[in-house]
């Protein structure tokens, strides 16, 4: 590794002239800088965590105004008041005067700028980094990653007592062991009690080389882990109880159809084109990041005519997908879209007592969807559900009607809200487009 003397070497080949300066004199050049950045405390803080936790890397860059003979900071303001505040008496520096006074000027609004246009990050890999230092002696809190919070516990729906069940020592596996108990007091001569026996294993699923990794999202062949709970022969994953939607918030919206930089809460769905969504095989927190506090499962779209293979395939992803986003805390709603003679495995990992289902509505068939809320009844052991029916036309909007008592709910496609005023607000979204407009517009 190239020791100081030769980077300082190679700045000076480079023109800057590095140097050591004290924080007072440092301060004094920060008053002298028409810096556009306006820093609050708070970003003076996540400066002093992060000299804090990691030592101070990066030197500001100096340059004196020729025409009024000061030394301004070029780069680094922040990091010098982070320094001060840190109690650090001097830094590191390196000045360039060989840049003219416009240069400096587009240079301090070019480092200012370019991170607030970047600001696209990948979700996955900080929820990576984030776990890989969570055991690190590491303070992170500066930061505020505070929104990724919930993504970092294995499983929230571990504690579900179903899982103790179907699963013994399920919850011990993912999240670690509980406290143990206090110490019994042994007499002499008797054996000293154990107060760590060995966890049960987690109930094996059908296919033997499955892994068995459970921290965080582990990849099979560029897939998820497979390892969660299951009470069928199949290994589809089984739902928890305790995560189950108990209400539908509004704006009720598509996959796709509000940018994740909307952090409104919201009920999302996956009625759309499966190409749209089958990217959450890989990054199963996208959802997760954008606001959606329930979740209907994603409808892979199934034919009469599919082999049982494709239908036990699709069916064990969506409800994966569903118990995934359960272990990071969110509320699921069971989509029941999927032809008849398949609805009995569309139903396996879903419990008994399950009482949140949703459903497209069928212009051509909404006997079916009256006859998918049966089936829901007699899996909810009530006739009190979440019925969520989405689209249909007026025919199924007066069906929702009729059975509002019984806990039915029609919320109509974009399009439809779109192009009628009465049905103006129903999925929560405001209207982008006036309805006097978009009678205008050729389709």
């Not at 003076?44 to 004196?64: C, D, E, F, H």
């Amino acid at each position: 590794m190239a020791d100081i003397d030769s980077v300082l070497t190679k700045w000076k080949e480079f023109g800057l002239s590095p140097d050591y300066t004290p924080i007072a004199e440092l301060l004094q050049y920060v008053k002298n800088t028409p810096n556009p950045h306006k820093h609050r405390h708070k970003d003076i803080a996540a400066i002093q965590g992060s000299i804090r936790t990691s030592g101070y890397k990066v030197p500001p860059l100096l340059w004196k105004n020729p025409r009024t003979g000061l030394v301004e900071v070029v780069i680094g303001c922040g990091r010098i008041q982070g320094a001060a505040e840190e109690g650090l008496e001097g830094l590191p520096t390196y000045r360039d005067d060989s840049m003219s006074e416009a240069q400096v000027k587009a240079l301090r609004l070019a480092d200012n700028r370019v991170k607030d246009l970047s600001n696209v990050y990948d979700d996955g890999l900080i929820v990576d980094i984030l776990k890989d230092l969570k055991f690190a002696d590491i303070d992170l809190d500066y930061l505020k990653y505070d929104q990724y919070s919930h993504l970092l516990v294995e499983d929230l729906a571990a504690s579900d007592p179903l899982f103790s069940e179907i699963a013994p020592g399920y919850e011990e596996q993912v999240n670690g062991p509980k406290a143990a108990p206090m110490p019994q007091a042994v007499q002499p001569g008797s054996q000293e009690p154990n107060l760590h026996p060995p966890l049960p294993p987690v109930k094996e699923l059908a296919n033997e080389n499955a892994p068995r990794e459970l921290d965080g999202v582990p990849k099979w062949h560029g897939r998820p882990n497979l390892a969660y709970p299951t009470d069928n022969e199949y290994g589809i994953p089984t739902l928890s109880l305790k995560y189950m939607a108990d209400n539908v918030p509004k704006p009720i919206v598509k996959w796709g159809e509000l940018s994740r930089n909307d952090k409104r809460p919201r009920t999302l769905h996956f009625w759309v084109e499966d190409e749209k969504f089958e990217g959450l095989l890989k990054n199963p927190n996208a959802p997760l990041m954008g606001g959606a506090i329930a979740l209907v499962e994603p409808n892979f779209s199934l034919h009469p005519d599919d082999p049982l293979a494709v239908v036990l395939w699709y069916t064990y992803w969506k409800r994966w997908l569903a118990r995934y986003w359960q272990s990071k805390g969110a509320k699921i709603i069971v989509d029941l879209w999927v032809p008849g003679k398949y609805s009995e495995i569309n139903l396996m990992g879903v419990p008994q007592g399950w009482r949140a289902y949703g459903i497209r509505g069928n212009t051509e068939n909404l006997k079916y969807v009256e006859v998918m809320y049966l089936d829901a009844c007699e899996r909810a052991d009530t006739d009190e559900l979440i019925y969520l029916v989405y689209g249909g036309g007026q025919e199924a909007q007066r069906l929702c009607e009729e059975y509002k008592d019984s806990g039915w709910i029609w919320i109509p496609e974009r399009m439809q809200i779109v192009s009628n005023p009465n049905l103006a607000g129903m999925d929560g979204l405001e209207n982008k487009v006036a309805y006097d407009d978009f009678k205008g517009i050729k389709r």
